[in-house]
């Protein structure tokens, strides 16, 4: 029987079965941010452990740096301490460390990808959820906690329960202004925020290997929120050109690249392999999506009306009336006569340059709406420099934008950028929590050219017919 | 990790589905560099009102709540962020098992904890326990006729015991894994380092970017 892309790579990395059933899994690369590792080095300290392969470990700050001219002096001392502890780990554990101000800093789902770290074939981890993002390239990438950030400091190694498979077909292709934060979104709205659990989805079909990279990543990002473990996309020719390309310094090049090319041509799913489960989306009959709830499942069409309380799928009564209690939404109402105050363009999932693009392509010649906040915040800083050399920062500029650095910024308004309560944003971010871009700000996800025609009409628009109305 | 064998306390409901990390504990949080402290800030925005007096409308603000234990709440507990911070936080707040129900979908039953939080509950000795949403309804039922209820937790038997006349049993199931690593109190570092020879020779072997 054939195996699955999963199959292969879990294969490759078991070293043992366990006596309990679990499977000793080894780790190929570790990203390490600020947040989630201080206590796992703390705890290495106190037990007298080492690290083990410092090498295979890459750390740069996000979650908490400020994204202005001035972003080098943190102000809050308790953010600044933070970074200082991932400064101090890194140089006492010799582990390699994008800092403030490296051309390669940023948020670290940004950056695995751009530098060449992340690469198919690889088991990848991080101290963070959305480690689903580098699945993109054909990698089994999962997140997880701080308990085991310092267990794979110490041991290189995670024990692990072996997932089950979930095949998600993407059949036909996208209509025009639909993009692939609407296919993820659009997918989490039918299997729900938990329909992943105790799964790795692998996606596929006609519109998947359309995609780009960057539109990959976005999707596979978002697998954590239909609450699956890992996403997955079968590496192809357009993950190996990007790898290729020549801005990839840590990537492999010449003969190292030859071999690692023919290897992983034999990564992906067989086509006799067995998946758990499967579930096929018509492409063709995807709408741009935006959430008027408090959880990503909580999605619809731009065109339908909020869900009456009990008409949710997926949603209980009391679900829809806490979270439209808490988004100052009524049931029956049509998003695009919902006024927005802040747009936000960044994040893991959305700040990317070709992200970027689509937002500029439609701020460009245009004005926000007076009362709109928007901010632009790359991914990286790799992506500044690449979208300043196109002239994209002047058209946001123009369009009365706040161009800023690399960094986590609103997505989770760890850092200066936060929503104030009850502030409405469109956000191109991944999590539409109470609270999570600041105390009661309300959240709705949507694509990068969904957010930024919000913020030139001062409310949400349905991108297919957008015309401005300012 | 101290042992977790039998517990008995005071239990607690919260009804809600999709209690995720963020509201466990808010970012602010998370600037910390320490493992404690996180205690009374568990469930931050929904606990205190904006002038940080405790919100009267959160349910687990009640009075009868006061010296709880244990945790009853909705299906998907734990989604969202991987921060271990949300474990912490319940432990040092008080609690030592938290109950859920999976969700009956048909073919396929969604489980009551999202996978990360379930993993990182084991490895701070908070036990989580799945039921059936008819028994947890129950619960919830036993929980509002009888202030301060306690009940009985016993990961040896599986069972969970309310104290009531008579006594209600509720029998449940744990990964084999995950009981022995909870009831011996096991550091999982020191349990892979047993595996050390096996990682070297593995680590020998193993080319990543190769067959
Ligand atoms: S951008 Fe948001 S989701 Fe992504 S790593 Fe940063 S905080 Fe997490």
Redesign the interface.
Known sequence: MGKTLFEKIWNKHRIKDLPDGSTLLYIDRHLVHEVTSPQAFEGIRLAGYTVRSPHLAVATMDHNVPTTEDRFSIEDPVSRSQVEALRKNCADFGIKLFDIGDDHQGIVHVIGPETGITLPGLTIVCGDSHTSTHGAFGALAFGIGTSEVEHVLVTQTLVQRKPSTIKVEFNGRLGPHIFSKDMVLKMIGIIGTAGGSGSVLEYCGEAVSALSMEARMTMCNMSIEGGARAGMIAPDDTTFSYISSRKRPYAPKGEALDRALAYWRTLPSDADAVFDRSITIDAARIAPQITWGTNPGMVIDIDQPIPEPGFAENYSRSDVENALAYMGLKPGTKMTDVPVDVVFIGSCTNSRIEDLRQAAAILKGRKKAEHVQLLVVPGSHQVRLQAEAEGLDKIFMAAGAQWRYAGCSMCLAMNPDQLQPQQRAASTSNRNFEGRQGKDGRTHLVSPEMAAAAAVNGKFVDIRQWKETS | MKPFTTHTGIVATL????V?T??II???F??????TGYGPNAFF?WRYT?DGNPNPDFELNQQRFKDRSILVAR??FG???????A?WALVQDGYQVIIAPG?DMGE?S??AF???FR??AA??GLLVVELSEDQVDEIFGFVERHSGLKATIDLVQQQIVLQVDPPQVFEFEV???IK?QLLKGLD??A???R?ET??AR??EN?D????
Do not use: M
């Open positions: 009804n809600r589905a999709n995720d963020d509201a808010p970012k602010q998370l600037k910390s560099i320490k493992r925005d904006l299906n998907n989604c969202g962020s991987s921060r271990e911070h474990v969700k396929k969604l489980p999202a996978d990360i993993i990182n490895k701070n990964e084999p894994a022995e999982d570092i349990q892979t380092l595996y096996d990682i593995f680590e193993h990543p970017l190769g067959p």
